[in-house]
């Protein structure tokens, strides 16, 4: 049972355009949210983080919303750059579980010039 | 630099061999994780480490045994893999396992292939 699930494999957006990648989870005790940025060959990054007491979080280009209601979870990349190809790996924990990292699968961004 | 060194980067082994993986970070993090990246499929969480201390071991085969002598290293020795075992094995760190406010920092994977 895949508690984070990312349904988009890949995602092809436009220099300057804004890139929305999804996630979505079924764990209603999930409390904290992140999201990972990994190029080839390299580890994951951490990118942004948000709590379930927020609805929103903002750093620079990057933006995370949360709907609890709806369980559902996106990365806003506005404007988007050739250098943000890469995957972007979603993951939640609930604290009363033991703070646990369950990761998403993965979508694979792509940003053309 | 993650500041969380792994070492080799790739190994290739056979299904008799025994091979260790070796990771060490550099941020005086308490807490140490191994994870297996396999095509396609979410990371998942094989073990954690806290303060040296075994915390979790999410079912992995006895021929994953993993090691912790100190708070900056971890190991992960390999013994009688099945081919099915070959992925990318990552290995994180953070300072305290459940803080939230630290994130965890990835090393840039094993890439392992059993033969």
């Known amino acids: 049972d895949q508690q984070v699930k990312q349904n988009s494999p890949s995602l092809s957006v436009q220099e300057g355009r804004i890139s929305i990648l999804n996630c979505d989870y079924t764990?209603?005790?999930?409390?904290?949210f992140l999201w990972y940025k990994k190029y080839p060959a390299e580890g994951p990054t951490f990118l942004i983080s948000?709590?379930?007491?927020?609805d929103k979080n903002e750093d620079g280009r990057f933006t995370v919303f949360l709907n609890k209601s709806a369980k559902h979870l996106s990365l806003h990349i506005v404007p988007s750059q050739p250098g943000d190809s890469a995957v972007y790996f979603c993951a939640a924990s609930a604290n009363n579980q033991g703070g646990k990292l369950i990761f998403g699968q993965g979508t694979e961004l792509s940003v053309k010039p | 630099e993650t500041g969380v060194t792994q070492t080799p980067r790739h190994l290739v082994m056979g299904m008799t061999n025994k091979k260790s993986l070796k990771c060490e970070q550099h941020l005086g993090h308490n807490a140490m994780y191994w994870y297996k990246q396999s095509a396609k499929k979410p990371l998942e969480l094989m073990f954690v480490?806290?303060?040296?201390?075994?915390?979790e071991n999410n079912s992995v085969p006895s021929r994953f045994s993993p090691e912790c002598p100190n708070s900056s290293h971890l190991f992960l020795h390999l013994h009688t893999l099945q081919p099915e075992d070959s992925a990318l094995y990552l290995c994180?760190?953070?300072?305290?396992?459940?803080?939230?406010?630290?994130?965890?920092?990835f090393g840039n994977g094993t890439r392992l292939t059993v033969t």
């Open positions: 948000i709590s379930s007491i927020k």
């Open positions: 480490y806290n303060f040296k201390e075994q915390t």
């Open positions: 764990n209603s005790m999930f409390d904290y």
């Open positions: 994180a760190s953070n300072r305290d396992r459940g803080d939230y406010n630290s994130p965890l920092h």
